[in-house]
């Protein structure tokens, strides 16, 4: 299957709730956990979450190009490094836990180090006293309708699992060209310098194959994050991204159908130099919100406020039920199998 080919009928999309979105960590972490432990894996993380307004990893991947332009054609972008990527530091466990030192010495890195990191630029985001604001993007592979990175290779090692649209890759094909990160804009791609491959978020298709959901879905304390089928008319994540319409794509210019959603945040309102509430506005700048989610983003955040008003007005609203999801399960659309209970080969 090819970027151009028809969209799988049964595609597989997330959705997470930005306005739950605590920047915990735990889906990464999660993530990196079960998939990128090793050590040649030390600067991959297929899931990240990152504070906007902020450069992002790797370090200002928004302006290094990929994807399609206007009339469809391929844009090869830049090639990130790794220290735009961001390492692993070493630091010196043993002498401070073994070296009998005790209040002497304390944990510091080893050697040089990167001077960019997968979160380095946390909490910091915008604007100025007393209306600063920011807020949380969790960001993975975004199993694309349109793979700029099927495209991009040279060895038709990607392709497009028909059974969910998973991107995926035949790791025996790839010749490590790295045609793929170029391709990709969201720079969700890592490369393996080790084997001499590239790799990157797979949806956890082993658990998915088994009826558990992805780590970063499953271990979300927040119950933020939604996974199941857009063909599925009763799944949350149709209803929030078809039906209601206030789960949206990351940068749907780069034109390459992203199937990672988001609902956008509802910042605080400002505050007056009295330090009174402004119910007027709101902190988050609309236009840096539509730069990231395009022009829908004020229909959904209408949506959202015309919801949140009728639920202070003590009248029911379906869609604030739903992105609460009083039941946990109601994240997992199919994939509520408990990974503790299944016999794994």
Same mark, same amino acid.
């Given at each position: 299957m090819s970027g151009n080919d028809p969209i799988p009928p049964h595609q597989i999309a997330w959705v997470f709730d930005l306005n739950k979105c605590s920047g915990c960590q735990t889906c990464s972490v999660a993530c990196k956990?079960?998939?990128n432990a090793e050590s040649d894996t030390d600067a991959m993380w297929w899931c990240t979450v990152n504070t906007q307004p902020g450069r992002g990893t790797p370090r200002d991947y928004e302006e290094m190009g990929g994807g399609y332009d206007s009339a469809g054609n391929l844009r090869l972008g830049q090639l990130p490094t790794l220290e735009e990527f961001g390492g692993a530091w070493?630091?010196?466990?043993?002498e401070v836990y073994y070296g009998g030192k005790g209040r002497e010495t304390f944990l510091g890195p080893t050697n040089g180090g990167p001077s960019w990191g997968m979160n380095w630029d946390e909490d910091q985001g915008a604007g100025e006293y007393p209306n600063a604001y920011f807020f949380y993007l969790p960001r993975l592979c975004n199993h694309c309708s349109r793979p700029a990175c099927l495209d991009a290779c040279p060895e038709q090692a990607i392709y497009k699992r028909p059974s969910d649209g998973l991107v995926l890759r035949d790791e025996a094909r790839c010749e490590g060209h790295q045609q793929c990160m170029r391709g990709c804009p969201y720079k969700k791609i890592y490369f393996?310098?080790?084997? @001499? +491959? &590239?790799?990157? !978020?797979?949806?956890?298709? $082993?658990?998915?194959?088994? @009826? +558990? &959901?992805?780590? !970063?879905?499953?271990?979300? $304390?927040?119950?933020?994050?939604?996974?199941?089928?857009?063909?599925?008319?009763?799944?949350?994540?149709?209803r929030l991204v078809e039906d209601w319409r206030v789960a949206l794509p990351l940068h749907p210019e780069w034109n390459t159908r992203p199937n990672v959603f988001y609902v956008p945040p509802l910042s605080p309102f400002k505050l007056r130099e009295d330090r009174s509430v402004d119910e007027s506005e709101r902190r988050l700048p609309i236009s840096y919100l539509e730069s990231l989610f395009g022009t829908e983003v004020r229909g959904a955040l209408h949506t959202l406020e015309g919801e949140l008003a009728r639920r202070k007005r003590g009248e029911p609203s379906e869609l604030l039920d739903t992105l609460i999801a009083y039941e946990w399960k109601e994240l997992l659309g199919p994939f509520s199998a408990d990974p503790a209970e299944i016999a794994w080969d």
């Open positions: 956990v079960h998939w070493d630091f010196n466990w043993k393996n310098a080790q084997r @001499g +491959v &590239a790799q990157h !978020c797979i949806g956890c298709f $082993p658990r998915l194959e088994k @009826g +558990v &959901a992805p780590a !970063c879905v499953r271990q979300c $304390p927040g119950r933020g994050v939604f996974i199941g089928f857009l063909d599925d008319a009763d799944s949350a994540v149709h």
